[in-house]
Every structure is written in C-alpha cells, then in structure tokens.
C-alpha cells in the first residue's frame, strides 16, 4: 500500500489547512486510516483515525473540534480539514493505514500501523 499526503504549508494561528491522504492502486476498505504529527523533539502522537469500515472517528483530545477526518465516496482519500490552528499544530503529518486487530482499542498508536506516507509539514506561525 502506497500512500501520498499533500496539503501542507505554512499559514498564520487561526487559520486553516486541509491535508490530503491518497492510496495508490488501493481502495479503503475496512481499514483504519490515521494522521498522525511530529513535532521536532516531541514523540509521534494520533491526532485522528478514521475506520473506513465503519466510520468511527477518533480525535487527539488536543485537536478536538478543530479538526476533521473523513473520507471521499471512492474511498481513494481521507482528508484532514484543520480549521483554528495554533502554533502547537506545527509538526510533520503523516498518514497511514492498516487493518488493525481490535481496532477500537488501539486505532491511535503510530506503532501498530505498517503503511505509511512519507509525510507533508504543516508550519503554524
């Protein structure tokens, strides 16, 4: 599986971004799909996960109502819309897939994913 961010750049705190994450030569299908950030110094964290089976969504506490993730009808693409950004949103994203045992539990850990995109930075000033 391989996997394309684009969207990132740089933009003033209070502003909005939209990261984009599409599969090559594969179609989503039950599998979670997560954006994940990190920021130099700091450990890679879950800012959201997407199961394209069901549709859940899970969200970082950090970004709750700020951020959005979700999928396009071909299911080729999970978007990440970031709307009120701050300057602690500065990090590289990437995106990445799998199809998780228990997903419930552990559909935020960067660690249990194995496809990954080579990732876009998002710079927040």
């Known amino acids: 599986v391989q996997l394309v961010e684009s969207g990132g750049g740089s933009v003033q705190a209070g502003g909005s971004l939209r990261l984009s994450c599409t599969a090559s030569?594969?179609?989503?299908?039950?599998?979670?799909v997560g954006w994940f950030r990190q920021a130099p110094g700091r450990e890679r964290e879950g800012v959201a996960v997407?199961?394209?089976?069901?549709?859940?969504?899970v969200y970082a506490d950090s970004v709750k109502g700020r951020f959005t993730i979700s999928q396009d009808n071909a299911k080729k693409t999970v978007s990440l819309q970031m709307n009120s950004l701050k300057a602690e949103d500065t990090a590289m994203y990437s995106c990445?897939?799998?199809?998780?045992?228990?997903?419930?539990?552990?559909?935020?850990?960067?660690?249990?994913?194995?496809?990954w995109g080579q990732g876009t930075q998002v710079t927040v000033s």
């Open positions: 990445a897939t799998d199809d998780l045992y228990n997903w419930t539990v552990y559909r935020l850990e960067a660690a249990r994913y194995r496809y």
């Open positions: 030569e594969y179609t989503f299908s039950g599998d979670c």
């Open positions: 997407l199961h394209t089976g069901s549709g859940s969504t």
